[in-house]
């Protein structure tokens, strides 16, 4: 059974840092392409950020240069180094894995899914 399993959510003032990690378990992340999204009340669940297998990555322009996405295979775990944290950035963010090489920032790609964890940030 596939689990992922996000932490380091937690509130910061604009300006600040947090870096977010989803642990998973029951499948190989070399083999799976992931993501993070973010979702706030009454829109849409928004992809910011996503590594394919082969290590190469795409942002969201909201995020460009301030998020980064990385990935440890070994450990099974998917990070976001959020930097230059804005109000805006506020929001509950997924970990999604595709069990395939590539992947779009469409939700319908994705098989698997965390929790989530929410990420606050204020003025």
């Known amino acids: 059974q596939v689990q992922l399993v996000e932490s380091g959510g937690g509130s910061v003032q604009a300006g600040g840092s947090l870096r977010l990690s989803c642990a998973g378990s029951?499948?190989?992340?070399?083999?799976?392409?992931m993501a993070w999204f973010r979702q706030t009340p009454g829109k849409e669940r928004e992809g910011i950020a996503k590594?394919?297998?082969?290590?190469?990555?795409t942002y969201a322009d909201s995020v460009k240069g301030r998020f980064t996405i990385s990935k440890d295979n070994a450990k099974n775990t998917l990070y976001l180094q959020m930097n230059s944290l804005k109000p805006e950035d506020t929001a509950m963010y997924y970990c999604?894995?595709?069990?395939?090489?590539?992947?779009?920032?469409?939700?319908?790609?994705?098989?698997?899914w965390g929790q989530g964890t929410q990420v606050t940030v204020s003025s």
């Open positions: 590594i394919l297998t082969t290590g190469s990555t």
């Open positions: 029951g499948y190989r992340s070399s083999r799976h392409c």
């Open positions: 999604a894995a595709r069990s395939l090489w590539w992947c779009t920032f469409v939700e319908a790609d994705y098989d698997y």
